[in-house]
């Protein structure tokens, strides 16, 4: 069974920056589009984030491009979210997620694997 355990979140400062990772177990990570999506208090769970299961091409929601990196090393089972530039509209909890497919995809619904979750606060 694959399991997302996600860590790196906390309190940061407006402008400031923060590094988010996932460790990745139960299976072979290279088989699956790896993404990073965020849900804010109120709101629904939206994408950020996504690369495909060779490292290539990532995708970046507009909102985040430009200011975070998403990235992945398959010989460490792990995924990362490099996230600079803060701003408080970031503040959110960040959760990464699983897609066995060959294409990458920024649907929600095409994530059958995700983690916990951490949370990241920007304040101003």
């Known amino acids: 069974q694959v399991q997302l355990t996600e860590s790196g979140g906390g309190l940061v400062q407006a402008g400031g920056s923060r590094r988010l990772s996932c460790a990745f177990s139960?299976?072979?990570?290279?088989?699956?589009?790896m993404g990073w999506f965020r849900q804010a208090p109120g709101k629904g769970r939206e994408f950020v984030a996504a690369?495909?299961?060779?490292?290539?091409?990532?995708t970046y929601a507009d909102s985040v491009k430009g200011r975070f990196t998403i990235s992945r090393d398959n010989a460490r089972n792990t995924a990362s979210l490099q996230m600079d530039s803060l701003k408080p509209e970031d503040t959110a909890m960040y959760y990464c997620?699983?897609?066995?497919?060959?294409?990458?995809?920024?649907?929600?619904?095409?994530?059958?694997?995700w983690g916990q979750g951490t949370q990241v606060a920007v304040s101003s």
């Open positions: 690369i495909r299961r060779n490292g290539m091409t990532p």
């Open positions: 997620a699983a897609a066995s497919r060959f294409s990458i995809t920024t649907d929600i619904g095409d994530y059958a694997y």
């Open positions: 139960g299976g072979t990570i290279s088989s699956y589009v």
